[in-house]
């Protein structure tokens, strides 16, 4: 993941009218606007209030009677759904235990490395699950906000075919396994003795 140094940038108004600024990274993240005018030309007390521009991936909301700007981080929700296809075999199956991982498209793209993961035990009671809150983008070498690409893999599962992704972020993925099958012909042949033309009945 790319990073920089998170810059703030305050500015305070006076009836709506710009007043002061004031910009730069800070650990401390405050910052006093001093000697600022109290009344008007005419008089009149100003009503000051503060605003932040907009900050690439956080929602910003100010608190005008203590002049406190909070910044959330923006995140994702990543649903995924676990899909089992018998590919027609009608039986009993165990499931096997599996593990999902959510992919961010830049540093954490691999299941060796991902950005998370989750694992299904065998026969779980439900095959749905959500990635909550993930960070909806980063800051790459240059400072600029940019917004992760999500998406969902899965390791290989024994007796199934490599699973099939399908989905988004916004409508959730789906994680569909189908079982492998085979197909078994079975010809029975009757060597009957002479004058028995009507071979029993039989399951095979």
Known sequence: MGSASRRGRGEVSADGESAATASGATATYSYAFNDLAKYDPAGNLYTYAVKEPTVGGFTSAVTAATY?????????????????????????????????????GVDKNTI????????????ASSYEYTFANQPAGYFDGTGT????????????VNGYTASAVTGSVAAGFAVTNTLQTVTVTVDKNWV?????????????
């Open 112 to 123: 060796a490395n991902p950005a998370d993961s989750h694992t299904f035990p065998s026969d």
């Open 68 to 104: 406190d700007i909070v910044n959330t981080l923006n995140s994702v929700n990543v649903k995924i759904t676990k899909n089992w296809n018998n590919n027609g075999y009608t039986g009993t199956l165990t499931r096997p235990p599996v593990t999902v991982y959510l992919l961010n």
């Open 192 to 204: 009957l003795a002479r004058g028995i033309t009507d071979a029993p009945q039989l399951e095979v």
């Open 145 to 156: 906000y940019r917004l992760y690409t999500y998406t969902v893999a899965e390791g290989a």
